[in-house]
T-cell receptor, first 115, second 112 residues
Framework: EAGVAQSPRYKIIEKRQSVAFWCNPI?????LYWYQQILGQGPKLLIQ????????DSQLPKDRFSAERLKGVDSTLKIQPAKLEDSAVYLC?????????????FGPGTRLTVL | GENVEQHPSTLSVQEGDSAVIKCTYS??????FPWYKQELGKRPQLIID?????GEKKDQRIAVTLNKTAKHFSLHITETQPEDSAVYFC???????????FGRGTSLIVHP
């Protein structure tokens, strides 16, 4: 089966610019996650969707980050405006159901560098 | 929210030795405990998981043990090989009012 797809793989922008990331989860997976992984740390959840509804976005910096999953399949994560500390790998993951009992499958990630 | 602590942060072993990584947690509602391996520049991938109705699970050279009373679970790798070198993360997948949380990671280095 096809895995989780993400694009772009790499992005370099200057601070205060905007950037968007795209994720296509595994077919049939209801739950989609966006994580931020700063170098040397574990993934940190930004937002979790169940179909097209938000399950949790408590750790999403909503003044600059936004995400949507309008049709319950693909998702986009946007940062506007970017800050230097946003430099990280942004990982998308999906699972059949909520992660409490289901394996999460990760995409290859998007490496963002903010200059 | 959930709190998970992972130790050690770095583990250096000789090929053939065993490696043990431990995670402690605070949420008593967790009943699924996965471990992920992340090679340099690649995505995290599940290597083994355990559910709360068992205390130990093995898959060839890797095993996971769970102590729900003490709230800790550990990853055991025996007969380590250079290709085991990677960062390993424990995770609490969340559920109910808890969000998915990953440990800070353990960088395992296996010297040939």
């Amino acid at each position: 089966e096809a895995g989780v797809a993400q694009s772009p793989r790499y992005k370099i922008i200057e601070k205060r610019q905007s950037v968007a990331f795209w994720c296509n989860p595994i077919s049939g997976h209801a739950t989609l996650y966006w994580y931020q992984q700063i170098l040397g740390q574990g993934p940190k959840l930004l937002i979790q969707f169940q179909n097209n509804g938000v399950v949790d976005d408590s750790q999403l910096p909503k003044d600059r980050f936004s995400a949507e999953r309008l049709k319950g399949v693909d998702s986009t994560l946007k940062i506007q405006p970017a800050k230097l500390e946003d430099s990280a790998v942004y990982l998308c993951a999906s699972s059949l159901g909520l992660a409490g009992n289901n394996e999460q499958f990760f995409g290859p990630g998007t490496r963002l560098t903010v200059l | 929210g959930e709190n998970v602590e992972q130790h050690p942060s770095t583990l250096s072993v000789q090929e053939g030795d065993s490696a043990v990584i431990k995670c402690t947690y605070s949420d008593s509602a967790s009943n699924y405990f996965p471990w992920y391996k992340q090679e340099l520049g690649k995505r995290p991938q599940l290597i083994i998981d355990i559910r709360s109705n068992v205390g130990e699970k093995k898959d060839q050279r890797i095993a996971v043990t769970l102590n729900k009373t003490a709230k800790h679970f550990s990853l055991h790798i025996t007969e380590t090989q250079p290709e085991d070198s990677a960062v390993y993360f424990c995770a609490l997948p969340g559920g109910g009012s808890y969000i998915p949380t990953f440990g800070r990671g353990t960088s395992l280095i296996v010297h040939p």
